[in-house]
């Protein structure tokens, strides 16, 4: 009997090519792969051989009953084993089923992956964008950022350069405010200022400077004033009088008037230094001092070294010729206050 009209007791391959044994009993075929035999039954008489479903059939000899035999444990049948879960159906594939189910399980796998890859190519994509979005981005802010800084590098070298103008210029303007200060003080070298003079509405100013000049002792005529006024307050809100500005006709004239004043003063005790009753004026006491005509710059200069001197403890502050001068005890040597700094650095 050929392979093909075979009635298999195993599985349905009729392609078989390898060795089988073929059952005294029922005829029936078996492959030796499938039956799994041992080598020493493989190598039995073929001609004898029993499948293991007829031997499991045969009856017991050593009693009457139809108990089956037991099971050969040297045979095993592929077909005995369990299902496992999940797994193709027992029933023996041919070739051409094992091909199809190959090529249905490799087309799922071809229709996944491309799939997949679909959908990674539209994220990659969407991902290359916006990396491409971002360098972009950083592109323009890193040009704006040069921009800037090439721009921050030029304004470090305009102001460096206009810190040094401004530095020149500090000191041009404080050397022309020194200058201008110079010349207002010259143009007064021939005034003094009578400070603290009571006011009156009919008073007369020259009278007055002629008189003061008959107390101290140094007398002057009318024709020796050039000019003679009141001045404006520096402090609107001050209860003292406006003082008494004289030009004299020369530099001579003020010098001797102020150097009078100043003797007179200081033959005298507090309360007979010259004041308002000298004048003839009715009423309290006033003191009348009588100074030089200061530049403003030298008047604010002038108070504030009387200030310093309260505070670091200076005895004298005085001014003569438009120049001031302190002292901090009677045998210490003189300062002269140029402007605020050299205020700043006393000791």
Not at 98 to 109: A, C, H, M, P, V
Request: glycine share 2%.
């Amino acid at each position: 009997m050929s392979v093909t009209n075979r009635i298999w007791g195993c599985c349905e391959d009729n392609n078989y090519s390898g060795d089988y044994l073929e059952c005294v009993v029922c005829t029936k075929s078996y492959h030796i792969d499938c039956l799994s035999l041992s080598t020493d039954v493989n190598m039995r008489d073929s001609s004898e051989w029993e499948c293991p479903l007829c031997i499991t059939q045969r009856p017991k000899s050593s009693n009457n009953d139809n108990t089956p035999v037991r099971f050969n444990p040297n045979v095993t049948l592929r077909a005995c084993k369990r299902q496992a879960l999940q797994s193709p159906p027992s029933t023996a594939l041919s070739a051409s089923d094992i091909r199809n189910i190959f090529q249905e399980y490799t087309l799922k796998i071809s229709s996944k992956i491309d799939s997949l890859s679909n959908s990674i190519g539209a994220e990659l994509k969407t991902v290359k964008e916006e990396i491409t979005d971002m360098r972009n981005s950083m592109d323009f802010m890193n040009s704006k950022f040069e921009s800037l800084l090439r721009e921050h590098e030029e304004t470090k070298k305009v102001m460096v350069k206009l810190q040094k103008e401004n530095s020149v210029l500090q000191s041009n303007v404080k050397d022309l405010n020194a200058r201008i200060n110079t010349l207002e003080q010259n143009a007064r070298s021939a005034n003094i200022e009578i400070q603290c003079v009571p006011e009156r509405k009919t008073e007369n100013l020259v009278h007055i400077v002629t008189q003061l000049g008959a107390v101290v002792g140094c007398a002057v005529s009318q024709e020796q004033i050039v000019h003679c006024s009141r001045i404006a307050k520096m402090k609107s809100n001050s209860s003292r009088p406006k003082s008494v500005v004289v030009q004299f006709a020369s530099k001579r004239i003020r010098d001797e008037f102020l150097a009078a004043s100043i003797n007179f003063n200081r033959e005298r005790s507090r309360e007979e230094k010259l004041n308002s009753s000298h004048l003839g004026f009715n009423g309290e006491k006033t003191a009348i001092y009588v100074v030089d005509h200061l530049s403003p710059l030298n008047k604010t200069l002038h108070a504030a070294a009387r200030s310093t001197a309260k505070e670091k403890g200076y005895k004298h502050v005085w001014v003569r010729n438009g120049r001031i001068f302190m002292r901090k005890t009677d045998g210490s040597s003189y300062i002269i206050v140029r402007d605020l700094d050299s205020l700043n650095n006393l000791k």
